[in-house]
């Protein structure tokens, strides 16, 4: 009997996954070259059922690259020569902003309370930073920004480009791509993939920023803005990449192009119901983030009463397998990922076996 | 019926990938948390099989990325201040000086006539150069440095830092480690696994030279040597890795331990054999590596009278799959793969259909 991963991690894979790997593998998919027409069009198809689930304008590119820490580094090389500006409100978000410091760059951050988001006053905001980043789904704490904050800050700083972590919550968060200039996210999370895959969306006013950038400063080699774009016009890479792990993309956001974004979303905030009132009313569970309107829908976050460890272990033994605190919050909290692939009835019984633990 | 890849980049998958990939599924490995126990005993099985094939020094650290084409870019970052030396025979060592140069550094090149290896005279290079890479095996030319050119350079050189490019030939190439200083390869190579995976071999010398470089320059963030090895420490990677990917290796390079690397070896040299003697004999083909010595043994090039796409043609219809000429050499040149996966059989069935061909 198999395990359900509830983690937010690598987490369950998409049900359809195991399917497809067997069909990559009778077509041989692993081994065609990436410079092949067989390649390009897998390619394309990742492109374009992507661009067709998340609704992304005509002027975003869609880029491969290892990961989404990579792309961390990837935008600020890119897109920030002096100064980023990063909303901090957990462990990753505080990570994308020490990159920043990393790479040379004075960034500066404002960083809320753990379980909350920093509150959004655009007139702290200095009107030159070049870049300002939000976790929109802090995946330590389970905080996520309102969009509105989002399109707040866009109003007040139209200069600036506008970058959304968007690693754990999408396909789910339906953002309005043309308040915001780039978004990415990794495919072992809500696309239910095995991990190795980070997804970069990128629109024009980004490509030329960095051709802008690359006058005065070094923005990087082969997964530069413009060296991504060049190859991608051709439906390509610059290395060879995750091939399999393009092609499995394509074939999920297709199946879920087939079920419908709406169904999904609907479902999700359905889910993420269940959950938590199943959290606010147990006497050992309490969700970490205090504010309704901060909670994330896809990564559920409680404080536990008796140590997050027997919580674990009591479910594991059922098969349940959930995630535990992040960092400083390890054995003080659990982690519920609340993905595509977890069905209602997943949930319903993940509810209960929690609903039952004294 | 299935298709044999010969092609020299993704290539055909080792013999027992499938059933691994199938094992892996079935263990859920795509869903494990890469801060598991799991992970890391897998982490650490792919390391000590690596260690055991390659026969890799104590005092080295392997590291994973996302691609060899990332290491070019890490290799520069984290190694190199001012200025390296690149021996360039072909294509892919020609984007490695590439890299350098959109890097911000002020690298040197000595590059040999396509089909040749640069004559290496320890004169010509300067003694303050920090790094000397050589491409041992260049996949767009089948031209092969013989070792000795190295370690010379090691002797003329010895505070240079030595990187090898071995992508397409490990774990064939019996390279001594203890005369240079880092060694990287793809898995989707020799290895014969799916791509999206770089293995970054490097020894302490390395680790101590970033490690001085950060105290001047940026080195990169999640990727850096000293990050990769703070990480390596426990058996973890920085980001989410392509878990799937090093569970494969592990598997994989335990398979290649238990047929054992001399038998390994003296099978690619005997099927090389095989396979020079034919183009060698044939009015169509010619080695394009003139002098013998510099003939690699895992990446066979051929000129051809005719249009290669004929020969190409020909050959998949008995779905036998050959690479094309790299770059400007398209259309007049075949390259063969000649990996561990590929067996007698399957080269003397090529072999055959080659020598059929007017």
Redesign the interface.
Known sequence: M??I?F?P?????YFT??SH?KKA?NE?V??????SAQFQTIFQEAEENLRNLLALPDNYYVFF??????I??RIIQNLVAERSYHFVNGAFSNRFY??AQ???RSPLAQTAPEGECALVDTGKIPTDVELIAFTQNETSTGAAHPLEDIYQVRNSHPDAIIAVDAVSTLPYVDLDYTQIDTAYF?V?KGFG?????GVWLVNDRCLAKAEQLVQQ??I?????LPSLFAKAQKHQT????????IYLLAKVAGDMLTKGMEIIRNETKFKAGMMYQMLSEHPNFTPFVRNEAHRSKTVIVAETQSPSAEIIGTLEQNRLLI?DGYGTFKGKHVRIANFPTHSKEHIILLVDKMSAIL
Chains 1, 2 share one sequence.
């Open positions: 198999k395990n991963f983690t991690g690598p987490a369950e894979l996954v195991e790997i593998l041989q692993p081994s065609i070259s990436h410079r690259t290892g990961s989404a820490t990579e961390w580094e020490k990159i990393e790479l040379g990794s072992q993939l095995p991990a190795g895959l400063q070094s990087g080699s082969y997964h530069s610059p290395e060879t990449p995750n091939v399999l792990g995630g």
